[in-house]
């Protein structure tokens, strides 16, 4: 049997031998005996018997880098280990493949049954050297990149404290050079912070790098928010750069505004009143007082708004917004639903004659002429009032119950208060009728489709359609999906009348492609039911299989809001949509509730500007630096833009003078039938 010189050790020394991540020699007199895995592995060999009896000058080229040849300074190494129990030297090897690389040796001297053997460890330090040369050439020319850097550039030590800042830290935070040096990342920053920076700092320490957002305190007391990045060097201290984000925290905070907050009044808009009712019916029930909710609508404001313009409309409207909140409490809340709809909650009343009393004082302050455009208007609410916990117990009820009382207070002659009762519950009887005529019409298929182009802003070519649907009833004729959709979507309704839309959809596009017309997308809009039903994927999938048509031919559009009711489950399931090639949009962006966080975790290709910002992107500055700062971002997520309601050639030009990738409105054409469509398919606008 051949003697093998780690037998005499035992297993336990082998396998600390194999398990070793550097390359591992056993030399006995002048020749490799034994390596382990490593070595084969960081050598290219396909096996260690290749490296085995071999001198180790047989791995390096014939000389070192210093011109000595490398048989005959391998064996001075070795008589030195033999010599002195150990010895550490640099050593140029060379792989299979014929690339060297630099080495640090260490050859340990021990001797097994009285025989003398080398235990051999190699590191690699290629990549040491070349940074270190870097370094020594390059050490004023770095100096100067780094002093010329956009962002913040430190170097701390293993304590922290900083021994090296550019100017652009000194501009930044106000202090000079020499303050900062000798200061920590603990000094700079606000003490309420302290705890989280800590463990970010222990994550860089465990991991080696950190990308992390904090508040850095200036030399005049002001917070800067800054984008932080560090990685720790080879000799165990700190490198960082900070990149000062106060405008993209503006943005940010300007979008996240925008996402709860009603655009024209500033008030909060639908989702987050809802959130704030949900929470201020918890703390009514948990503390057992009761609460009222008003719901408010202006009085033949159509009539106001068509006679003076829809600028002298939204100016009334923003003014009622303001009366409104001077005739709150602190702790009430108020929303603007849209239109001309508005609802209070009075978080904490006493019983429902102080309710009554606080919407008699709001009858009389907006009852009041207002001044608009040099025009004296005026205007009366009619209000609905609904109590907790007699009229409902939950959001929604009271909503619902307000609102039907509110309509009650316009059929009694408007410019008045009703409470909800159920005698007066005339709306939810209406909406039970229409909900039994949605269940006929579905039997009957007395639905149709009408199909709005969506134009290429580019070649003023007609690329994709939006499905609409309409309701086609014996007695009422045309209904618009206003007038049932919320019907359909409570009562579920909307799942088989969803499923219908998407089946005739593909196949009308089928039809237009068999007709040539192949480069047309169809766009269907889903509900919030939709998307969490279980069914959604295998229907989608068979109908594209039915028709014969590919996923990208398909684009889903959807509201945020309805994802972040669910946002694993949803993003899941539109990663599953995307995965088999269906475009997604994201409808009526920045009405509810858009967030750059959001955006990020959607699998999206399209964001959809609400025609509401596009209507006065001519007149009003806002609404054009909200479209075009969607559009912006939009592009820089990698997404398309789709802008609506686009009605005249003043906003058209300005939104493709933006960017906007495409356009649908009137200016193109309203919804029509597949018929009238297809008459326009292949036309240049």
């Known amino acids: 049997m051949p003697y093998h010189p780690l037998d005499t050790e035992g297993d336990w020394f082998q396998q600390l031998f ?42 390096s080229p014939p000389r070192q880098p210093d011109g000595e040849d490398s048989y005959a300074k391998a064996e001075r190494m070795m008589a030195l280990a033999l010599e002195n129990g150990l010895h550490r030297f640099e050593w140029m090897h060379r792989k299979i493949d014929g690339s060297d690389f630099l080495a640090e040796v260490t050859l340990s001297a021990i001797h097994l049954e009285g025989r003398p053997i080398i235990y051999c460890v190699w590191r690699d330090i290629t990549e040491r050297k070349l940074t270190e040369a870097l370094l020594m050439k390059s050490e004023s020319r770095v100096k100067g990149i780094l002093e010329g850097a956009a962002d913040a550039i430190f170097i701390a030590d293993r304590q922290g404290r900083y021994q090296y800042v550019n100017q652009q830290a000194t501009r930044l935070l106000g202090y000079d050079h020499q303050t900062l040096i000798g200061m920590s990342i603990l000094d700079l920053t606000p003490e309420e912070d302290h705890p989280d920076i800590l463990l970010r700092f222990q994550e860089l320490l465990e991991v080696g790098e950190m990308r992390s957002e904090l508040r850095l305190t200036a030399a005049d007391g002001r917070l800067i928010p800054v984008e932080l990045n560090a990685c720790i060097l080879a000799d165990g201290c700190c490198f960082g750069s900070c990149r000062d984000i106060r405008e993209r925290k503006a943005a ?243 799942l088989p009348l969803g499923e219908w839309v998407i089946d005739e959809a593909c196949r009308q596009l089928r039809a237009w492609h068999d007709r040539g017309y192949a480069n047309v997308r169809m766009a269907v809009n889903l509900s919030a039911l939709q998307l969490r039903s279980a069914n959604l994927l295998s229907f989608v999938e068979a109908t594209l299989l039915k028709y014969g048509m590919s996923g990208d031919q398909l684009e889903l559009e959807i509201t945020e809001s309805m994802v972040m009711d669910n946002p694993n489950a949803c993003i899941e399931k539109l990663r599953a949509l995307r995965r088999m090639g269906i475009r997604l949009a994201i409808d009526d962006f920045g009405t509810g509730y858009s967030s750059l966080s959001n955006l990020r975790l959607m699998p999206i290709h399209t964001l959809k500007i609400d025609r509401s910002f596009v209507r006065h992107i001519e007149s009003s500055s806002d609404d054009l630096v909200i479209c075009t700062a969607t559009i912006a971002l939009a592009h820089n997520l990698g997404l398309q833009v789709v802008a609506e309601g686009v009605e005249t050639p003043a906003q058209r030009d300005l939104l493709v003078g933006h960017g906007c990738d495409f356009l649908q409105g009137y200016l193109y054409s309203k919804p029509v039938d597949a018929n009238t469509l297809l008459g326009l398919l292949g036309t240049t606008h």
């Open 252 to 494: 940010e905070e300007n979008i996240h505004f925008m996402a709860h907050h009603d655009t024209l009044t500033g008030l909060l808009n639908r989702r987050s009143l809802t959130e704030r009712l949900t929470q201020a019916l918890a703390t009514a029930k948990r503390d057992c007082h009761p609460l009222a909710v008003l719901f408010l609508d202006l009085d033949r404001f159509k009539a106001t708004n068509d006679t003076l313009g829809h600028a002298a409309g939204d100016a009334l409207l923003i003014e009622v917004g303001q009366r409104l909140n001077a005739s709150i409490r602190s702790n009430d809340i108020l929303g603007r639903l849209g239109g001309d709809e508005f609802v209070i909650v009075l978080a904490e009343i006493e019983d429902a004659p102080a309710a009554a009393r606080i919407a008699e004082k709001i009858l009389g302050t907006l009852g009041q002429p207002y001044t608009i455009d040099a025009h004296q208007v005026h205007i009366t609410p009619s209000i609905g009032l609904a109590f907790f916990p007699t009229d409902g117990e939950d959001c929604e009820t009271l909503m619902r119950h307000a609102d039907t009382a509110m309509y009650h207070a316009k059929s009694q002659g408007r410019n008045n208060v009703q409470f909800f009762s159920s005698e007066l519950d005339l709306f939810a009887m209406r909406r039970m009728r229409m909900e039994h005529d949605l269940r006929e019409a579905l039997a009957a298929r007395s639905f149709e489709l009408h199909y709005q182009p969506q134009i290429d802003a580019a070649t003023r070519r007609i690329v994709g359609v939006e499905a609409l649907v309409r309701w086609n009833t014996p007695n009422e004729g045309m209904v618009m999906p206003g007038e049932f959709i919320e019907i359909a979507e409570q009562s579920g309704l909307i």
């Open 18 to 59: 194999e398990a070793s991540p550097d390359p591992t020699w056993i030399i006995e007199g002048n020749r490799f005996v034994e390596c382990n895995a490593a070595a084969v592995r960081f050598l290219g060999y396909s096996c260690r018997d290749d490296l085995l009896n071999t001198h180790p000058s047989r791995l």
